[in-house]
């Protein structure tokens, strides 16, 4: 009797590792799915925080894609070892802070790992050559078989055609015959083998799937990364870096002022770890103070935060300031006003 | 068959299901897992994680006054 054999699939939600598993599938392979929780997956921060994000549909692609193949998930927690992907990439950033290329090696390369700790053959990961300009280029599959040490048990069947043969192909495990030669941007291909899949609902995600390709979050993540001269981070950092207005009136110290309700309950959660101010004379937001103020600074960050209160317009605040020790402060300041706010103080 | 019970409270999704996923492993078929979870996420994700792994979920209950999700599912055969 011939040996079942089976393949780990990187599931990262989005419609083509969906049709790469689904083309194994229909090989008769058992097929189960992995998924890698790096801290910047968007697919995790966004459902809880904003009130405009409540109003999407609240679910995680990646599970909803192994439902629509009846395959196993397997969602693994990489943030303390993403870290290092993150700060010394080897293979540098593309647009933004992401490092896509070494994360592509790292993934396929922890995928390795678990494959062998239970027993699968191969790996399926759904690239297409010329996808991607940074991590999807002929010369970087290369590069992501040979440094996650997958080698020739990583299988593309997307683009499997346009590669050299991988060992299911050699052992008869896979028929080539039955995979794709997917080449480039274009997204009918896709859209034309979902349709034959019968897959009538697929996530179309618009910008990637990582807050590292986001201009706006890269910007936060090195001005965090310089006000501190460290490259470190805590998953507490990452994930306040996604929400709120930021601004830095001094190197040494930033508010993080919530933008709604979604945003204040969210940070209300860090107020025993940051000094904080609220607002006392009227509605205004949760301001959160990252980095040390001297006693000097308190004036103009009382000011700032009563900026963004209901009554900015008015000559005077009350807000009162939360210290991490316990204590606490009431200031009466006028806000400053919209021209007293340099934009290079926006972060 | 025993009862047990994982704090995912503050945890956004899909931490909770991360969470959920490595304490079933531990646990034996037939047990019960009671997840209480902050992330309104958790309530389609630990459900379809459930049926995904052959899993039974028992309950999903809100509990208005904590602003909580308390799930409760039984462990299937790996």
């Known amino acids: 009797m011939t040996k079942q054999r089976k393949a780990v699939a990187l599931i990262s939600g989005g419609l083509d590792s969906l049709l790469a598993a689904k083309a194994m599938l229909e090989q008769g392979i058992h097929v189960e799915g992995i998924n890698f929780y790096t801290g910047f997956c968007v697919e995790g921060h966004t459902h809880a925080i904003r009130k405009k994000d409540k109003e999407k549909p609240k679910r995680n692609n990646a599970l909803w894609s192994a439902e629509q193949l009846g395959i196993k998930l397997h969602i693994i927690d990489v943030i303390e070892e993403y870290k290092d992907v993150l700060i010394n990439p080897k293979h540098g950033y593309g647009a933004n802070m992401n490092p896509c290329l070494d994360c592509k090696c790292f993934m396929v390369s922890k995928a390795r790992e678990w494959a062998e700790e239970n027993g699968f053959d191969f790996i399926i990961t759904g690239e297409v050559i010329g996808q991607r300009p940074m991590s999807q280029r002929r010369e970087t599959m290369n590069i992501v078989s040979r440094e996650s040490g997958a080698g020739d048990i990583l299988v593309r069947p997307l683009c499997a055609k346009n590669l050299p043969a991988t060992l299911p192909e050699t052992e008869g495990w896979i028929s080539r015959e039955k995979m794709y030669d997917f080449n480039g941007r274009s997204r009918k291909p896709q859209m034309a083998l979902a349709t034959e899949f019968d897959f009538k609902e697929y996530a179309q995600p618009a910008g990637g799937c990582c807050f590292l390709t986001d201009e706006s979050y890269s910007k936060k993540l090195v001005d965090l990364w310089d006000a501190r001269s460290s490259r470190e981070y805590e998953m507490d950092d990452i994930m306040l870096l996604k929400v709120g207005r930021h601004i830095r009136p001094k190197p040494h110290f930033k508010l993080i002022v919530g933008r709604e309700d979604g945003e204040n309950r969210f940070m209300d959660g860090y107020r025993k770890q940051f000094d904080n101010f609220t607002t006392v004379s009227c509605p205004g937001p949760l301001v959160l103070i990252d980095g040390e103020m001297q006693a000097e600074d308190v004036e103009l960050a009382a000011r700032l935060a009563a900026r963004f209160s209901k009554d900015k317009n008015s000559d005077s605040v009350t807000v009162c300031l939360h210290r991490r020790d316990g204590t606490e402060q009431e200031f009466t300041v006028t806000p400053l006003r919209n021209e007293e706010i340099p934009e290079a103080w926006s972060i | ?78």
């Not at chain 2, 079933?24 to 209480?36: I, Q, R």
């Not at chain 2, 052959?54 to 409760?72: N, P, S, W």
């Open chain 2, 1 to 78: 068959m025993s009862h047990h019970q994982l704090d995912a409270r503050r945890l956004l999704c899909p931490l909770p299901v991360i969470r959920t996923q490595n304490c079933a492993k531990k646990l034996n078929p037939g047990d019960t897992l009671e997840v209480t979870c902050t992330d309104p996420g958790a309530e389609s994700d630990i459900p379809a994680w459930c049926r995904i792994n052959g899993h039974k979920l028992l309950e999903v209950r809100h509990d208005e006054a904590q602003d909580e999700l308390v799930i409760t599912l039984e462990v299937g055969e790996e």
